[in-house]
């Protein structure tokens, strides 16, 4: 049974950091394209970032610069350390997986999906 638990969110002010966690159990994630994708009020899920199983990254461009994706092999975790944060980073992250990385914004692609985790940014 595969699992995926985003933990980190929280309230923060705007230009504050935080750091989201993603931990996996039932898959190995060096064996798979991770991404994190986020879900503001009223929108569409979006695509924020994306580690590969050979730890190439990719981004969009709101958040270049200031996220930062990264797998910690040994912990079967993926992070998403989120810098100068803005009240428009505001929404609920997820992280999912799938087992190639390619097409990485495409919603439908990934198989496996956590719950979830609130990130609250106040002006």
């Known amino acids: 049974h595969v699992q995926l638990v985003e933990s980190g969110g929280g309230l923060v002010q705007a230009g504050g950091s935080l750091r989201l966690s993603c931990a996996a159990s039932g898959l190995t994630f060096s064996s798979y394209a991770v991404a994190w994708f986020r879900q503001a009020p009223g929108k569409e899920r979006e695509f924020v970032a994306g580690i590969s199983w050979s730890d190439a990254t990719y981004y969009r461009d709101s958040v270049k610069g200031r996220f930062t994706i990264s797998r910690d092999k040994a912990k079967n975790t993926v992070y998403l350390q989120m810098n100068a944060l803005k009240p428009e980073d505001t929404a609920v992250y997820y992280c999912?997986?799938?087992?190639?990385?390619?097409?990485?914004?495409?919603?439908?692609?990934?198989?496996?999906w956590g719950q979830g985790t609130l990130v609250t940014v106040s002006s």
């Open positions: 999912a997986a799938k087992k190639y990385f390619t097409n990485v914004r495409q919603t439908s692609l990934y198989d496996y």
